[in-house]
């Protein structure tokens, strides 16, 4: 593969990567907001943000760690006839899959972007009693789908060069990287 699309996939592995790995440490921003939430409506006046908080910070958890799902083969993989085949005959599958993740994702962004300027414009805000504004969560959100969108594009890639038997650095492509275990 050319160098610059090497370069491409090499920097977004780096930035999925560090983002996946600083969105699994809000889990446990989101477990405070919901440990306090329990205190609160115990001992004290029931808090009217911490639900919403709580979603919140669920929706950044997985919208910011999906590329990086994406790079750990960690998502979700229907296995009919997909084992089965050949090494190039799983990559040539998944770069017509990785078409349709990335017009998917296309559209989504196209989506969210809209979402996020009406937010940004009219100063939308929740329907709750508590009212926060909307904007930060869809900011946010539309950042994870261009991780996502990115990531996707990078695999792709991959996969174009595994068609070819060939890793994305052009060398030869090893059983291992297709492996069962790494694939599934």
């Not at 560090?18 to 808090?47: E, H, N, Q």
Request: charged fraction near 15%; proline fraction near 4%.
């Amino acid at each position: 593969m050319p160098k610059p699309i090497v370069t491409y996939v090499k920097y977004v592995d780096a930035v999925n990567r560090f983002f996946g790995r600083l969105a699994m440490y809000m889990i446990f921003a989101m477990l405070g907001v919901l440990l306090y939430s329990s205190i609160s409506k115990t001992f004290f006046v029931p808090a009217v943000w911490t639900l919403e908080v709580a979603q919140f910070l669920m929706a950044a958890y997985y919208i910011l760690g999906g590329g990086y799902s994406m790079q750990l083969h960690a998502h979700v993989r229907m296995d009919l006839l997909y084992g089965r085949w050949s090494r190039p005959r799983m990559a040539f599958s998944d770069t017509l899959t990785s078409v349709c993740l990335i017009s998917y994702l296309v559209l989504l962004l196209i989506g969210g972007v809209s979402s996020t300027e009406y937010a940004l414009e009219y100063g939308e805000t929740s329907y709750s009693s508590w009212s926060p504004y909307m904007a930060p969560i869809k900011i946010v959100m539309v950042f994870g789908i261009v991780l996502m969108l990115l990531q996707a594009i990078a695999f792709f890639f991959r996969d174009l060069a595994a068609t070819r038997g060939l890793t994305i650095d052009g060398q030869p492509l090893l059983a291992e990287l297709y492996s069962d275990k790494a694939r599934s």
